[in-house]
């Protein structure tokens, strides 16, 4: 009986031990499984970053940045927006997947992504539309900015996104509005130079 006691024990002490093995294999897996992640989401932000300033071609600029959106961000209904020569309005440059005839002109102050411009800060929704949201807003998920010397040249605004994304802005998500703010203002400000400057023949 002791015999038959004392084994029950070891193997008592073998299946704990075993539980514990298997609790430490998961959460060397799981910390593994994140490292791998970062790593892709750095790959990705260097990649966004190399293509933004890989050509002065406007088009090309314009089709990276949605791509980044699209296939990064999670969002195939964005726009584009550029601020006039006098601070005073925003023009569509582009969309995807909304209809610009409804913002192809925004009073730079005006809804949720004039006034994003004004104070130069991503504006992220978090719960219900604010009162001066546009009708054009109804969707809005998110507004970038578009920053070069502190001044604000643009936006990118976000309306709804992909299924997948279960309409949550990650982290990863606000590193990507971050590059977007300055690399994709600086790249479309050169792009817009250097197609002037074609235009003028120099």
Same mark, same amino acid.
């Given at each position: 009986?002791?015999?038959?006691?004392?084994?029950?024990?070891?193997?008592?002490?073998?299946?704990?031990?075993?539980?514990?093995?298997?609790?430490?294999?998961?959460?060397?897996?799981?910390?593994?499984?994140?490292?791998?992640?970062?790593?892709?989401?750095?790959?990705?932000?260097?990649?966004?970053?190399?293509?933004?300033?890989?050509?002065?071609?406007?088009?090309?600029?314009?089709? /990276?940045? =949605?791509?980044?959106?699209?296939?990064? !961000?999670? #969002?195939? @209904?964005?726009? %584009?927006?550029? &601020? *006039?020569?006098?601070?005073?309005?925003?023009?569509?440059?582009?969309?995807?997947?909304?209809?610009?005839?409804?913002?192809?002109?925004?009073? /730079?102050? =005006?809804?949720?992504?004039?006034?994003? !411009?004004? #104070?130069? @800060?991503?504006? %992220?929704?978090? &719960? *219900?539309?604010?009162?001066?949201?546009?009708?054009?807003?109804?969707?809005?998920?998110?507004?970038?900015?578009?920053?070069?010397?502190?001044?604000?040249?643009?936006?990118?605004?976000?309306?709804?996104?992909?299924?997948?994304?279960?309409?949550?802005?990650? &982290?990863?998500?606000?590193?990507?509005?971050?590059?977007?703010?300055?690399?994709?203002?600086?790249?479309?400000?050169?792009?817009?130079?250097?197609?002037?400057?074609?235009?003028?023949?120099?």
């Amino acid at each position: 009986s002791e015999e038959v006691a004392r084994t029950r024990r070891e193997q008592g002490r073998l299946q704990t031990q075993l539980r514990d093995i298997e609790q430490e294999n998961q959460r060397y897996s799981a910390q593994y499984v994140e490292v791998e992640r970062q790593n892709t989401n750095l790959a990705n932000l260097y990649v966004a970053s190399y293509r933004l300033h890989g050509t002065l071609d406007r088009d090309e600029v314009v089709t /990276v940045v =949605q791509e980044i959106l699209a296939n990064l !961000v999670g #969002s195939e @209904e964005s726009a %584009i927006f550029e &601020a *006039a020569a006098d601070g005073s309005t925003l023009a569509l440059v582009a969309a995807t997947g909304i209809d610009p005839g409804t913002c192809r002109s925004i009073a /730079v102050g =005006q809804g949720l992504i004039g006034r994003a !411009v004004v #104070s130069g @800060e991503p504006w %992220i929704r978090s &719960a *219900a539309l604010p009162a001066e949201a546009q009708p054009y807003e109804t969707e809005l998920t998110a507004c970038i900015p578009l920053l070069l010397d502190g001044r604000a040249i643009g936006a990118i605004a976000l309306f709804r996104l992909l299924p997948q994304k279960s309409g949550v802005i990650e &982290a990863l998500d606000r590193e990507l509005f971050e590059l977007l703010a300055t690399h994709a203002a600086t790249a479309l400000y050169c792009s817009a130079r250097s197609r002037t400057e074609a235009g003028a023949g120099v």
